[in-house]
Each structure stands twice: as structure tokens, then as C-alpha cells.
């Protein structure tokens, strides 16, 4: 289990943490991101686009609970789940994204993913918080995960 914890002083530095994610992570990586309304979880999400080498404006996919970005070094798939009803969960198929049978294998980063109403096995959990003007994010592996992490500090 990998656990580290770093201070992220603005939203250039979140998108930076994310694009060292974006650059290193390899396909079949489930994120989930956790942390209140304004964190910075699609901040995050933004960066590891990039760092994919993917040059589509990344949103929240709030109302499409799923946006799909297959341009990049692997395939990103961007998971919002803050509407997400339980009884809708089953219809949407969403292991299809990381058993790797109907889909690529990509990045899974999951915002507000406590609303999966079942518990995954091998992923990272991220959780951002408040800290000072800026924001404290925690990353926790799970299970196991493909390949070595290895995430340097923010530069
Ligand atoms: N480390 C940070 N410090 C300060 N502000 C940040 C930081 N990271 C992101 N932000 C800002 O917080 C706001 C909300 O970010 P967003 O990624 O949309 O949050 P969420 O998806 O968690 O609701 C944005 O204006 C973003 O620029
Ligand atoms: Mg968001």
C-alpha cells in the first residue's frame, strides 16, 4: 500500500500533480477521486489529460455522468457520478470500463465515486481537501495496482 500526502498551494499545481498521473499511470488505473464540491477533482482530471498527451477541453461530465477521450497515450475515461441514482448504476455497465472486455483499457478517474454502489478492489484513491488558499491531496493505493507508481513532488 503506497500513501503519500502533498500540499498543492494552487490549481496550476493540482494540474501539474495530475499531468506527472497522466504521464506515468498505465491503462487499467481506476482513480477515484473524492473531496467537497470545488477541491479540484476536475482540475486534476484536466492535468492527467494533458499529461496523456490529450488536447480536448476537459469538464465535469456532471449531466453525462461519462465523457470518453481516446486521443491520448491511452484512453481517459472521466467519470462523474454527483448525479448518479443508485437504481441507474446497474444499467450503465461501468465495469465495462475496467474489465477491458468491450473497451481499451484506459485511466478511470471517478469524481464523487462514493456513489458507486459497489466496492472496487484495485484502485487509487485520491481525496483532496481545503488547506489554507490551497488544497491538501492524499493518494492511496489499493489492492493491487498495475505496474510501479512512482510520483514525484509537484515542480
Ligand atoms: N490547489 C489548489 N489551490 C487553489 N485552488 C485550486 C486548487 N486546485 C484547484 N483549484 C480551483 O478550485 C476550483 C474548483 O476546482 P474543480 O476542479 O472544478 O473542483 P471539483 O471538480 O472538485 O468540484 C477551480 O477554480 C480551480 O481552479
Ligand atoms: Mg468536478
Keep these: 500500500m503506497t500513501e503519500m500526502k502533498i500540499f498543492l498551494p494552487d490549481a496550476e499545481a493540482t494540474r501539474k500533480f495530475g499531468l506527472t498521473l497522466g504521464r506515468s499511470l498505465p491503462a487499467g488505473t481506476i482513480i477515484l477521486l473524492a473531496g467537497d464540491l470545488g477541491a ?3 482540475t486534476l482530471v484536466q492535468g492527467i489529460a494533458e499529461g496523456l498527451g490529450i488536447q480536448d477541453s476537459i469538464e465535469s461530465p456532471t449531466f453525462t455522468l461519462i465523457n470518453e477521450y481516446l486521443t491520448g497515450r491511452i484512453p481517459l475515461y472521466h467519470l462523474d457520478l454527483y448525479r448518479l441514482e443508485p437504481e441507474e448504476a446497474e444499467a450503465l455497465h ?4 475496467w474489465d477491458g472486455l468491450e473497451m481499451d483499457l484506459g485511466i478511470v478517474a471517478i469524481e464523487w465515486a462514493e456513489k458507486l454502489p459497489y466496492t472496487l478492489e484495485n484502485y487509487l484513491q485520491i481525496c483532496l481537501s481545503y488547506c489554507d488558499n490551497g488544497r491538501q491531496v492524499e493518494v492511496r493505493g489499493n489492492g493491487e495496482l498495475k505496474g ?4 514525484a513532488s509537484p515542480s
Excluded at 461501468?94 to 470500463?97: I, P, T, V
Excluded at 510501479?148 to 510520483?151: A, E, G, P, V
Aim: aromatic share 10%; proline share 0%.
Design 148 to 151: 510501479k507508481i512512482t510520483i
Design 94 to 97: 461501468l465495469e465495462s470500463y
Design 40 to 42: 479540484g477533482k476536475t
